[in-house]
C-alpha cells in the first residue's frame, strides 16, 4: 500500500556527513510518523530520530545535536542529516512510517523501507 524509497547511504570517514532520504508513495495522502531506525550486526534496531506531521520530534541520546530530522509534508518525504559521523553509527538505517492518511481516512500502518547502509570507517 506504502512504497518507501531510501537513498543517501554510504561509506565515509569519521567526522563526515549523509543525507539519508526516503520517499513514500502509493495510496497515501498524509503520514503521521515519519521517522529512521538503525540496526547494526548483532545489535537490536533502535530508533534513531521521529518526526510527527505537526513537527516535533525526538532523536535518539546518541545522535542528539549530530542528526537532524526534517520532512516534506507535501511530497511525504522525509530526511536525515548526519553529521560528526562516528564509527559506532554504523548500520543499516531503515525508514519508517506510522499513521497514515488516505481517501478513506487515517488508519493505522506500519511500514519499513529496505534499509541503506551507513558505513563510517577511516
Known amino acids: 500500500q506504502v512504497q518507501l524509497v531510501e537513498s543517501g547511504g554510504g561509506l565515509v570517514q569519521p567526522g563526515g556527513s549523509l543525507r539519508l532520504s526516503c520517499a513514500a508513495s502509493?495510496?497515501?495522502?498524509?503520514?503521521?510518523?515519519m521517522g529512521w531506525y538503525r540496526q547494526a550486526p548483532g545489535k537490536q534496531r533502535e530508533l534513531v530520530a521521529a518526526?510527527?506531521?505537526?513537527?516535533?520530534?525526538n532523536y535518539a541520546d546518541s545522535v542528539k545535536g549530530r542528526f537532524t530530522i526534517s520532512r516534506d509534508n507535501a511530497k511525504n518525504t522525509v530526511y536525515l542529516q548526519m553529521n560528526s559521523l562516528k564509527p559506532e553509527d554504523t548500520a543499516v538505517y531503515l525508514c519508517?512510517?506510522?499513521?497514515?492518511?488516505?481517501?478513506?481516512?487515517?488508519?493505522?500502518?506500519?511500514?519499513w523501507g529496505q534499509g541503506t547502509q551507513v558505513t563510517v570507517s577511516s
Open positions: 518526526m510527527r506531521s505537526g513537527g516535533s520530534t
Open positions: 519508517n512510517v506510522d499513521g497514515i492518511k488516505t481517501s478513506w481516512g487515517w488508519k493505522p500502518y506500519v511500514g
Open positions: 502509493g495510496s497515501v495522502l498524509s503520514i503521521n510518523v
